[in-house]
Nanobody
């Protein structure tokens, strides 16, 4: 089992920055993909960014150039640096761990961007 705990959310003005952190614990295998997803009110949960254990990244078009995902494999931590935030970035952000048939989610953390 894998446990994921997000931190770093909050309220920020448009144009500001926030960094989210996700701490993973439990049965962590080296070969995995971790990512951030988000869900805004009335919308489906969507992929924001993913990163493999080797450091390969993938971003949603809506956040390219503004968000950066990174990870520290030794500490089982994944980060999402969010810059130039927009009101449409407001959502609950979820940390995700995926390996083969394993798929785990964090509780979610609120990010609110005011206009």
């Amino acid at each position: 089992q894998v446990q994921l705990v997000e931190s770093g959310g909050g309220l920020v003005q448009a144009g500001g920055s926030l960094t989210l952190s996700c701490a993973a614990s439990g049965s962590i295998f080296r070969g995995n993909v971790m990512g951030w997803y988000r869900q805004a009110p009335g919308k489906q949960r969507e992929l924001v960014a993913t990163i493999t254990s080797g450091g390969n990244t993938n971003y949603a078009d809506s956040v390219k150039g503004r968000f950066t995902i990174s990870r520290d494999n030794a500490k089982n931590l994944v980060y999402l640096q969010m810059n130039s935030l927009k009101p449409e970035d407001t959502a609950v952000y979820y940390c995700n761990y995926h390996r083969v048939s394993d798929n785990y989610w964090g509780q979610g953390i609120q990010v609110t961007v005011s206009s």
